[in-house]
C-alpha cells in the first residue's frame, strides 16, 4: 500500500513558476514509476509527465521545455517544477504511484490531488 500526498498548488499569474511536492509513504517507493496528471473542469485527466525508477522521463507535448519532472527515492518524493506557467495550465494536479511486479499484479496509487490556479 502506498499513500502520497501531494503539495506546493497556489495560485499564480501568466509567466510564473510553482513546484509541486508528492511525498510517498509504504515500502519499496523506487520500484514505482511515479507521474504527475492533472484535470481541468470538464475535462479528462491527463498526463503531465511520468519518470521511471531510473530517472527515464517523458512529458506531454504542451509542457516539454517548461515543467519538469524529478524524483528522490531516499525521500521518497518526486516534483514537478513549473515554469512559464500558462492559464491553461491550470487544474488540479494529481501524483500517481505505478507499478508491476513479477507476478503480473498491478498496483495504481493517486493522491488527493493539489489546485494550480494560473490568472491574471
Known amino acids: 500500500q502506498v499513500q502520497l500526498v501531494e503539495s506546493g498548488g497556489g495560485l499564480v499569474q501568466p509567466g510564473e513558476s510553482l513546484r509541486l511536492t508528492c511525498v510517498a509513504s509504504?515500502?519499496?517507493?523506487?520500484?514505482?514509476?511515479m507521474g504527475w496528471y492533472r484535470q481541468a473542469p470538464g475535462k479528462q485527466r491527463e498526463l503531465v509527465a511520468r519518470?521511471?525508477?531510473?530517472?527515464?522521463?517523458n512529458s506531454a507535448d504542451s509542457v516539454k521545455g517548461r515543467f519538469t519532472i524529478s524524483r528522490d527515492n531516499v525521500k521518497k518524493s518526486v516534483y514537478l517544477q513549473m515554469n512559464s506557467l500558462e492559464p491553461e495550465d491550470t487544474a488540479v494536479y494529481y501524483c500517481?504511484?505505478?507499478?508491476?511486479?513479477?507476478?503480473?499484479?498491478?498496483?495504481?496509487?493517486w493522491g488527493q490531488g493539489t489546485q494550480v490556479t494560473v490568472s491574471s
Open positions: 500517481n504511484a505505478d507499478r508491476t511486479d513479477g507476478l503480473g499484479r498491478h498496483y495504481d496509487y
Open positions: 519518470i521511471t525508477s531510473s530517472g527515464v522521463t
Open positions: 509504504g515500502s519499496i517507493f523506487g520500484l514505482y514509476i
